[in-house]
């Protein structure tokens, strides 16, 4: 089992930067492929970056790619999404998520183990 919570989120005004966190705990993520979701209000959960289990290969919804950076630290247990130039429709909840998988999932049914959510919202 891996418990995982989520940290960072807040208000903050469109163009601006947030570093997400997530703390994993229950058992490492060595062999987890990690993934970061969001979820606005009255809509369905969508990916928004995924990372392999050793870090070497990610993936972007195109609506984030050049803007959000997913990355992880194994050793301590980590992944983060620092998400630049915010704009007011990448307000969400933000959820951690992980999969046994050692590929590169970005299907929210290859995932088995979700946080409680971080909230992101953007002002205009």
């Known amino acids: 089992q891996v418990q995982l919570v989520e940290s960072g989120g807040g208000l903050v005004q469109a163009g601006g930067s947030l570093r997400l966190s997530c703390a994993a705990s229950?058992?490492?993520?060595?062999?987890?492929?990690m993934g970061w979701f969001r979820q606005a209000p009255g809509k369905e959960r969508e990916i928004v970056a995924a990372?392999?289990?050793?870090?070497?290969?990610?993936y972007y919804a195109d609506s984030v790619k050049g803007r959000f950076t997913i990355s992880r630290d194994n050793a301590k247990n980590m992944v983060y999404l620092q998400v630049n130039k915010l704009k007011p429709e990448d307000t969400a909840v933000y959820y951690c998520a992980a999969a046994r998988d050692y590929g590169l999932p970005s299907q929210r049914s290859k995932y088995e183990y979700w946080g409680q959510g971080t909230q992101v919202t953007v002002s205009s």
């Open positions: 229950g058992r490492t993520l060595y062999n987890l492929a």
């Open positions: 990372i392999n289990w050793i870090g070497a290969n990610t």
